[in-house]
């Protein structure tokens, strides 16, 4: 399966932008790009997904590189809530490829 | 929406006893999916089952965990005589047959075996 690397850790201010990287050179052709986070002591939460073109959702945008080597999560406005971890993830689609497996992602501190 | 429910969502079991965790999925969710999280660690995969299809049960780390799916709905999975290696926060998921690539998660049941 195709890596990702995410920076262990990133610290933000409440209500700004934040920018999560995320970079994966070896994806393939049929490799969607995942993100999930996990707020403390909770269960994973599905924040957005995309394969060629940028996304947006209530939660989030995902910027997809051109060559789809690297990939960006923004969080417009940051929250106390947006404390968690961040996890990229690459998948294929259809569903055949179903058991989830997250690297350590990175730890996203929003300060007040 | 409804979301994943899990219960309880604390277990405290002696070294030995059978305990039993449950999972409500989403209503109309037709996969659902069993992990298991380790303090610092990533999501370890134990069961995924999906429609009426037979589970894939290539994720249970012996033959002392087992899971059920009644009816297509809720599941509950079973360890027997625990052991102090099963604490562990375990995870479940499901997801629709229209959106089989995106799993909704519980909040996870965090099992101490003392």
């Known amino acids: 399966d195709a890596k990702t690397t995410q920076p262990n850790s990133m610290e933000s201010n409440e209500e700004e932008p934040v920018h999560l990287p995320c970079n994966h050179s070896?994806?393939?052709?049929?490799?969607?790009i995942h993100w999930y986070r996990q707020l403390p002591s909770q269960g994973p939460e599905y924040v957005i997904h995309?394969?060629?073109s940028n996304v947006n959702n209530r939660m989030a945008s995902l910027a997809i590189a051109e060559d789809r080597k690297s990939s960006t999560l923004i969080l417009h406005r940051a929250t106390l809530r947006d404390a968690a971890v961040y996890y990229c993830?690459?998948?294929?689609?259809?569903?055949?490829?179903?058991?989830?497996?997250f690297g350590k992602g990175t730890l996203l501190t929003v300060n007040p | 929406g409804a979301g994943v429910s899990q219960s309880p969502s604390n277990k405290v079991t002696e070294k030995g006893k059978d305990v039993e965790l449950r999972c409500d999925p989403i209503?109309?969710?037709?996969?659902l999916y069993w992990y298991r999280q380790s303090l610092g660690q990533g999501l370890e995969f134990l069961i995924y089952?999906?429609?009426?299809?037979?589970?894939?049960k290539s994720g249970l780390p012996s033959d002392r965990f087992s899971a059920e799916r009644t009816g297509g709905s809720v599941s509950t999975l079973t360890i027997q005589r625990t052991q102090q290696e099963d604490s562990a926060v375990y995870l479940c998921?499901?997801?629709?047959?229209?959106?089989?690539?995106?799993?909704?998660f519980g909040a996870g049941t965090r099992l101490s075996v003392l």
């Open positions: 089952f999906q429609g009426n299809s037979a589970p894939d």
């Open positions: 998921a499901s997801s629709s047959s229209t959106a089989v690539d995106i799993q909704y």
């Open positions: 070896t994806i393939s052709g049929t490799d969607y």
């Open positions: 995309g394969l060629t």
């Open positions: 993830i690459l998948r294929k689609s259809g569903g055949s490829n179903y058991k989830l497996t």
């Open positions: 209503s109309g969710h037709t996969a």
